[in-house]
């Protein structure tokens, strides 16, 4: 699995203003994509389901690091 480091500029609570935050990420890119359209076809949407689901509990955790504080 490759990782992608993500940016993107947040409001960090601990320097109580906008600062560059970095998360790294599973990005497979292409490959992936087509595995979850093929898991969903091949699932009847229920792969789409979970997949949504874990979207949003990923994104909940974040897991956004504050370039300038580390938290
Ligand atoms: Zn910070």
Redesign the pocket.
Known sequence: MAKALEQTIKA????QKK?VHNRTTNKTGLIMFLVHIVLTVVTAGVWLVLLIIWMILNAKIGGWT??????
């Open positions: 960090c609570k601990h320097c600062t504050c370039q300038e504080c580390g938290k």
